[in-house]
């Protein structure tokens, strides 16, 4: 059928089956839009088959709710019945949980829009009767839609005639008494062939309730037929979700898988509103269940890796503070060696680097950062002589799996580091292949002196705030002293882009730079992820060049799967892509904080994605349990503070923005934000004395144009705000990228002025 037509719809692409049809994405020539076109399998259908395909059809178009997918048309064409969605972009539930454990947020919030979707088909008298993950689609910029009504039930004639539905939508589109459904989601009720109401639905959203907590289905055996006495028979397996999931949520879902309808929720309204009471304010302390859950449930749901490690920092036992730099290096090499392993999860280095000082179990370690193996050690350094040990740790019993101490002169630290990994690799049973062989050579610097200039760039840089200056000085050291050293440009490179990034560097005079060293050091080592990803970064800031970023954060990815910045500056880049990828950039971004789940970053591009999507709920959730966690992170004060300012709640934006500007000594982000939020709530004073503020300073240090023009727009001074976003488009500011899909913009994306520039940029979807 591809290529031909239906009335005015002409068929691209076939896309899936439901029930009763095949689905093709279609063209609506009249409205030229892009639908999804259900019609019948069979060649010559049977009355009854019609029939049915249209009740069905009807059934779904009764129910225009949110979170169920859309009727535009029923029809016949050539004798060819069809029905017309709205056309969906994303996946199916089944597909994501197919792909990795979901987050706790994220599983609450799927529920509830599923459960929504439920209430109002059966407010509306219809049972779906096949719920399912593979029936529920969500979209990428993270809505949920129940799809597929093929198997559905009628119970109350009367409340669809009264919604204006002819009696032909009234009949039941499947015969009570027959056992349909998909087995792993029927009820007993259901396997019984009994008659089966709104509770088999309640029993099919507990089913996947527990598959949302879990990442797997409470009564899967390993045939049909044991499936089903599972269902029958066994209770359900309320152990096997997360103890640090709620308990009240774990009830909810127990209830639900009730064997007696009885027993159950007696109507889905009464499991929205026993959801509902979930919602934990952000303000709750660390110790409640919601913080623990919602910051590991990601990990936690599932074991973690059979081939997973977690390298701690090594203890500096040289007695010199001063060359904490070089065993924090060390510590930091072996993490990005091993890291190339394929196979193997790395914690990230920020995650690991928590732990630096603490007097803490292996077991903890193991648990917090949901690892199996634990490599720990330590460093003396005298003169020329350095001395290393390593241990490697198995977390389930505390045993050593292997050791080894080194006493080697200073210029074998490359040697050393490479054996500990080839090491690591044996014992986790990872094949060395020639391409991991070539990763654990990780390339050394000339001599060790721009070793050690490297190493002390990056001890400062990983301190942020002034460090990322000072550490910038120590790149250019070390590559004045070995001029070949590809990693010392793709650090100079990327911190380059850093300071453009935080608006601590006017952009034209770090970016080019940047650009520069990039160049040089993918041409010095094509290998390096590190080299890939700074190039990335001059792609994504400087150029403008989406795919190109892409193809660059790919290829970093490629190298080393566990490189972090590469997975959240990626996710970030999906939001300027040909349209809104929200659901790929929050997977991104969930992967990024799986890996390196106590950094700040991670956790910040994952906040600022979901308030793009306008999930704010989910937004506020995440960052008040984060930083009711660990207060540190204050970047996340910024995704708080929008998103109480798009959900209205004024006092609560003002308040988080008013912490977050003090504790970054008045960044122009914050207090741009501040003003913003200050004038929203009618403050326009305190807006304005913010403006004349971050005017003053403009004149003597560097203030983006981006932080200038909010308090003008929000105050509704939209030809000033716009002189400084063309502002912004001139020095090539990275700050404008945000403007794109930030929601306190979006009145100036409606500018044609602002349209013009974002097409210039290449964003094309939003002009």
């Given at each position: 059928m591809i290529g031909q037509s239906i009335a005015h719809y002409r068929i691209v692409k076939k896309i899936g089956a439901g029930g009763m049809g095949e689905v093709f994405l279609a063209e609506d020539t009249k409205l030229e839009r892009r639908v999804a076109i259900k019609v019948l399998l069979t060649t010559t259908p049977s009355e009854a088959q019609v029939a049915r395909f249209q009740r069905e059809a009807k059934a779904a178009a009764a129910l225009n709710h949110p979170n169920i997918v859309s009727i535009h048309e029923l029809g016949q064409a050539g004798g060819t019945p069809y029905v017309v969605m709205e056309w969906l972009e994303g996946r199916t539930l089944r597909e994501e949980l197919d792909e990795a454990p979901l987050s706790l947020a994220i599983a609450l919030t799927y529920a509830r829009d599923i459960v929504q979707g439920v209430v109002a088909a059966h407010e509306k008298g219809i049972c779906h009767r096949d719920l399912k993950p593979a029936n529920v689609f969500i979209t990428t910029d993270g809505r949920v839609k129940i799809l597929d009504f093929g198997l559905a039930q009628v119970r109350n004639t009367d409340q669809l005639l009264a919604a204006g539905f002819d009696s032909a939508a009234t009949g039941l589109v499947t015969t009570p008494g027959t056992m349909i459904g998909t087995t792993s989601y029927m009820s007993p009720e259901q396997l019984r062939g009994e008659p089966a109401d709104h509770r088999s639905d309640i029993f099919a959203v507990g089913l996947m309730f527990f598959e949302l907590l879990t990442g797997s289905r409470p009564f899967q055996e390993a045939t049909v037929v044991e499936t089903m006495h599972a269902i029958l028979k066994q209770p359900a397996p309320l152990d096997r979700i997360d103890p640090t999931v709620p308990r009240p949520l774990i009830d909810i879902v127990g209830r639900c898988l009730e064997k007696r309808p009885a027993d159950r929720f007696e109507s889905a309204r009464d499991l929205a509103v026993a959801l509902q009471t979930l919602t934990r304010p952000p303000s709750a302390t660390s110790s409640t269940a919601w913080d623990l859950a919602d910051r590991r449930l990601v990990s936690r749901s599932a074991p973690p890796p059979r081939t997973s490690i977690a390298v701690l920092p090594f203890a500096n036992m040289s007695g010199d503070a001063d060359m904490e730099f070089f065993s924090d290096g060390v510590t930091e090499e072996l993490i990005n060696t091993i890291a190339h392993l394929k196979g193997v999860q790395v914690a990230a280095r920020t995650s690991s680097f928590a732990f630096k000082g603490k007097s803490v179990g292996i077991a903890e370690v193991g648990k917090a950062l949901n690892v199996t193996t634990v490599l720990e050690g330590s460093v003396r350094r005298a003169g020329q002589k350095l001395r290393i040990t390593a241990q490697l740790i198995n977390v389930a019993n505390g045993y050593h799996l292997w050791s080894e101490k080194y006493d080697r002169q200073l210029d074998d630290v490359f040697a050393i580091q490479e054996?500990?990994?080839?090491?690591?690799?044996?014992?986790?049973?990872?094949?060395?292949?020639?391409?991991?062989?070539?990763?654990?050579?990780?390339?050394?610097?000339?001599?060790?002196?721009?070793?050690?200039?490297?190493?002390?760039?990056?001890?400062?840089?990983?301190?942020?705030?002034?460090g990322l200056a000072k550490g910038l000085e120590f790149f250019k050291q070390a590559i004045a002293v070995d001029p070949q050293y590809a990693l010392a440009y793709a650090g100079l490179s990327e911190t380059l882009s850093l300071l453009a990034v935080y608006a601590v560097v006017p952009p034209p005079r770090a970016l080019p730079e940047a650009k520069a060293a990039a160049t040089r050091a993918v041409e010095l080592d094509d290998r390096l992820a590190e080299a890939h990803n700074a190039m990335a970064l001059v792609r994504l800031f400087h150029d403008w060049d989406w795919s190109g970023a892409a193809a660059e954060f790919n290829r970093a990815l490629d190298i080393n799967p566990n490189y972090v910045p590469s997975r959240y500056w990626k996710a970030l880049l999906y939001l300027q892509m040909v349209k809104s990828?929200?659901?790929?950039?929050?997977?991104?971004?969930?992967?990024?904080?799986?890996?390196?789940?106590?950094?700040?970053?991670?956790?910040?591009?994952?906040?600022?994605?979901?308030?793009?999507?306008?999930?704010?709920?989910?937004?506020?959730?995440?960052?008040?349990?984060?930083?009711?966690?660990?207060?540190?992170?204050?970047?996340?004060?910024?995704?708080?503070?929008?998103?109480?300012?798009?959900?209205?709640?004024?006092?609560?934006?003002?308040?988080?923005?008013?912490?977050?500007?003090?504790v970054s000594h008045r960044h122009p982000w914050f207090i741009g934000e501040l003003g913003a939020a200050y004038a929203t709530a009618g403050r326009t004073a305190d807006a304005a004395a913010i403006q004349a503020e971050l005017v003053a300073r403009a004149g003597t240090t560097y203030i983006s144009p981006i932080s200038l023009s909010l308090i003008p727009l929000t105050l509704g001074h939209v030809d000033e705000s716009v002189r400084y976003l063309e502002r912004a488009f001139e020095a090539k500011d990275p700050m404008l990228i945000g403007t794109t899909n930030w929601p306190m913009y979006s009145e100036a994306r409606r500018d044609p002025r602002v349209q013009r520039i974002f097409e210039r940029m290449g964003v094309r979807w939003m002009a």
């Open positions: 054996d500990i990994a080839t090491n690591i690799a044996r014992k986790l049973e990872v094949a060395l292949t020639t391409s991991a062989v070539g990763a654990l050579a990780r390339p050394a610097a000339a001599t060790i002196e721009a070793y050690d200039l490297y190493l002390k760039g990056r001890y400062l840089v990983e301190q942020r705030g002034e990828e929200h659901g790929e950039a929050i997977r991104e971004s969930l992967r990024a904080v799986e890996l390196d789940p106590i950094a700040m970053l991670p956790a910040y591009s994952l906040g600022l994605i979901l308030v793009n999507a306008g999930r704010y709920d989910e937004a506020i959730a995440r960052c008040g349990a984060w930083l009711a966690e660990d207060p540190s992170q204050f970047l996340l004060l910024r995704v708080l503070g929008a998103a109480y300012l798009c959900t209205g709640r004024h006092d609560e934006a003002i308040a988080a923005l008013e912490k977050g500007s003090a």
